[in-house]
């Protein structure tokens, strides 16, 4: 499969998919006006990785800010990792949230509650975002 790697904007998150290299991120701020558009591509790319996936999946969410389309995307996403979990796949989630963000510390802990799912829910501090696993 391709890699996907879509930069950040101001209002969209930066992607990156990788399924040889086992790199799964979505990071940043995700608000903009065409929330589905914006991520058709990443929810075919991750369906079709489900159908054969690593035996072991870690996908790190960091999330500054994200509407409410955004949400249900993320949803959507944590259904196709419950898929890839289902299948007998070990699927680990890192839920990064920034110090003192109450709301993305809750979303997190609620998608935690909803999915069979690894989720480690961590607070960073803004001056060290970014630090997910090399992308070289």
Do not use: C, R
């Amino acid at each position: 499969m391709e890699p996907i790697h879509i930069k950040a904007t101001e209002e969209s998150p930066e992607v990156v998919l990788n399924a040889e290299k086992g790199i799964f991120i979505i990071s940043g701020k995700s608000y903009m006006e065409d929330v589905q558009a914006f991520f058709d591509d990443v929810l075919v790319w991750l369906k079709s990785y489900a159908k054969q996936p690593l035996t072991k999946t870690e996908f790190v969410f960091e999330l500054e800010y994200l509407n409410t389309a955004s949400s249900k995307i993320v949803l959507d996403i944590f259904e196709i990792l419950q898929e890839i979990k289902n299948e007998g796949n070990d699927v680990n989630v890192i839920w990064n949230y920034y110090e003192e963000d109450e709301d993305m510390k809750d979303l997190g802990e609620e998608l935690d509650d909803m999915f069979e799912l690894e989720v480690t829910i961590k607070e960073i501090y803004y001056d060290q975002p970014g630090n997910f696993f090399p992308l070289e």
